[in-house]
């Protein structure tokens, strides 16, 4: 059974920094990719930031520059360090992990809300 905890979340002034973390145990076959996206009340689910088992990070133009994707491989742990957050970046963010075997695989996490108010 595949099981993402996420944390982190929570309220921050506008300007400032939060870390989200999510924790991943178990998995189908090889995970390629983990990555964190969000979903702001009336929008689609949109990708925040990922990064594959080989290194490779993908950011969203909004948030580049902003946040820094970073993953534990050993530990199954990635992590989204968001600074400089802005009214906009208000969403639940969820962890999202992507595994192979024979087939794609997509796992998500119960999502954790962030958000940013004065």
């Known amino acids: 059974q595949v099981r993402l905890v996420e944390s982190g979340g929570g309220l921050v002034q506008p300007g400032g920094s939060l870390r989200l973390s999510c924790a991943s145990s178990?998995?189908?076959?090889?995970?390629?990719?983990m990555g964190w996206y969000r979903q702001a009340p009336g929008k689609q689910r949109e990708l925040v930031a990922s990064?594959?088992?080989?290194?490779?990070?993908n950011y969203a133009d909004y948030v580049k520059g902003r946040f820094t994707i970073s993953r534990d491989g050993a530990e199954n742990t990635v992590s989204l360090q968001m600074n400089s957050l802005n009214f906009e970046d208000t969403a639940v963010y969820y962890c999202n992990v992507k595994s192979r075997l024979f087939r794609t695989y997509d796992f998500w996490g119960q999502g954790t809300q962030v958000t940013v108010s004065s």
């Open positions: 990064i594959s088992s080989g290194g490779s990070t």
């Open positions: 178990g998995t189908i076959g090889s995970i390629t990719s």
